[in-house]
C-alpha cells in the first residue's frame, strides 16, 4: 500500500495550490481513546435504545389517539352556538317534505276542514285570538284562564295600547296565510329548517327563545312572540325582526308590566318584589306592537287536553301547546317545528339553544306533557297542523 504524506495540486496559471498539503497521518494518543469512551458514555445516557424508543413510539401514539377520540364519546354540556356540531341536516327526508309543502300552493280552510272530525274540535273554532278595548266580557275566571279581579289593570293597560285588536296584517280578508310554531325543542337542533321557517306568512315563538346566533335551525324573523314577564327576552337584538310580542297574563301585576313597558315608565321597587325573576324595563317596540293574548285561548287549549289526561280540574297547558290553538285561528295552514319532548331518551338535547340533556327535566307538576303530546298527535295523524321535525 502506498501513502502518501504531501499532495499538492497547483494551478496551472499562477501556480498556487488548489489543495492544501494532506497532514501525516495522526497517530492515535491515550487522551484520544479516553475522550472517545466518555462520548459513548454521555450518548447513552441521552439517546434511548432500539427497544425502549420503539416502546416509548407506542405510548405516545395511543396517548395521541385517546386524547382525539375518547372524548367525542363523553357528553358535553358546552352550551350550544350557531356554529357547532352539526354542519349537515340530520334528516334530509323532513327538510325535503317541508320544501315541498312550501313549494305548493297555500290551501285555504285546511286546518278547520282536518280539525272538525277530532273529539276535541268543539272547543277549538273561532276563539277570539287578542283582547279588544271595545268588547266587554263579564270573566267568570282569574288568570291565566281568565282575567276576573284584573279588570282595572286591564283597562289602564287597552288605554295604552293604540289598536288593542286584531292588526290588519293578521286579519284574514280571503287570503290564504301559513303558519309555523317554533318550539324550543332540541330536535330543531342541527334540522337546517331557519330557511323555510322565515317562509311562513307567521311565525310565532316563545317566551325567551333566542334567535340570533340560531338562524341556521331556528329562522330569523318573527311575527309573534307569547310572553310572560318573567320570561321576556333581555336582549334588545332578539327583538330586531320582530313584529309583535303578545302577553300571557298570568297575574294582575303582568299588565302594570305591560304598562309601564308600553308608556315606557318604570315599576315601583315594590312591584318588582312580585315577579319570580328579574323582568325587563324596555323593549324596543312601538306600542302598536303589543297585544294580550285572549285568555280562551289558554282556556279552551286546556279543555281539550282533558280528553287526553286523567287530572281533574281546569288543566294549565304549556305555552307551546296554546300557541299551536292560536295558529289554529289565525290560518288556514299550520306547521310545527320543535316540538315533541323525547323522554326515551336522557342524552337528547332539552332545547335547540343550549346543550341541556333531556335527563336534566324533572317530572311536570303544572303541566301534563304526556297529554299534550296526545293532543299534538292526534293534529297531526288528522292532518290538521305538519310536524316538521318529526318528534310527534
Known amino acids: 500500500m502506498v501513502t502518501m504524506n504531501h499532495l499538492s495540486v497547483e494551478d496551472p496559471d499562477d501556480g498556487s495550490p488548489l489543495l492544501p498539503e494532506a497532514a501525516e497521518e495522526a497517530t492515535p494518543t491515550p487522551d484520544f481513546h479516553r475522550q472517545r469512551a466518555l462520548t459513548k458514555t454521555e450518548s447513552r445516557e441521552y439517546f434511548l435504545s432500539r427497544s425502549e424508543n420503539l416502546a416509548f413510539s407506542l405510548v405516545l401514539l395511543i396517548g395521541c389517539y385517546s386524547a382525539i377520540l375518547i372524548p367525542a364519546y363523553l357528553p358535553s354540556d358546552k352550551v350550544a352556538t350557531h356554529s357547532d356540531d352539526y354542519q349537515y341536516p340530520k334528516d334530509l327526508v323532513l327538510l ?10 297555500c290551501l285555504p280552510h ?21 283582547v279588544q278595548q271595545d268588547r266587554h266580557v263579564p270573566w267568570d275566571l282569574s288568570p291565566p284562564l281568565g282575567l276576573q279581579g284584573s279588570e282595572e289593570h286591564l283597562a289602564l293597560a287597552l288605554a295604552s295600547l293604540p289598536q288593542p285588536g286584531l292588526p290588519l296584517s293578521l286579519r284574514g280578508e280571503g287570503r290564504c296565510r301559513r303558519c309555523v310554531v317554533v318550539g324550543n325543542g332540541g330536535v330543531l337542533h342541527g334540522s337546517h329548517l331557519g330557511s323555510h321557517i322565515d317562509q311562513y306568512d307567521i311565525i310565532i315563538r316563545l317566551n325567551n327563545a333566542p334567535v340570533p346566533g340560531f338562524e341556521r335551525d331556528a329562522g330569523s324573523h318573527t311575527t309573534i312572540r307569547l310572553i310572560y314577564p318573567e320570561a321576556a327576552p333581555h336582549s334588545a337584538n332578539e327583538y330586531r325582526k320582530t313584529t309583535m310580542v303578545a302577553l300571557v297574563v298570568f297575574k294582575s301585576l303582568d299588565l302594570d308590566w305591560l304598562t309601564a313597558v308600553i308608556t315606557k315608565q318604570r315599576l315601583s321597587f315594590w312591584s318588582k318584589l312580585w315577579f319570580w325573576r328579574e323582568v325587563v324595563d324596555e323593549i324596543p317596540l312601538r306600542p302598536e306592537n303589543f297585544r294580550i293574548l285572549h285568555p280562551e285561548i289558554i282556556h279552551k287549549t286546556g279543555q281539550a287536553l282533558q280528553k287526553y289526561t286523567q287530572k281533574q280540574g281546569n288543566m294549565l297547558p304549556t305555552l307551546g301547546a296554546s300557541a299551536v290553538v292560536m295558529a289554529l285561528q289565525l290560518c288556514d295552514q299550520v306547521s310545527l317545528a320543535g316540538f315533541g319532548y323525547d323522554m326515551q331518551h336522557p342524552e337528547a338535547r332539552l332545547h335547540y339553544y343550549e346543550a341541556i340533556r333531556m335527563s336534566a327535566m324533572k317530572s311536570q307538576v303544572v303541566h301534563d306533557v304526556s297529554a299534550e303530546k296526545l293532543f299534538l298527535r292526534d293534529l297531526v295523524a288528522s292532518g290538521a297542523v305538519t310536524d316538521l321535525t318529526g318528534a310527534l
Open 96 to 105: 325535503n317534505r317541508s320544501a315541498s309543502l312550501l313549494s305548493g300552493p
Open 110 to 130: 285546511w286546518c278547520l276542514n282536518h280539525l272538525k272530525p277530532l273529539s276535541c274540535s268543539a272547543g277549538l273554532l273561532d276563539i277570539p285570538v287578542f
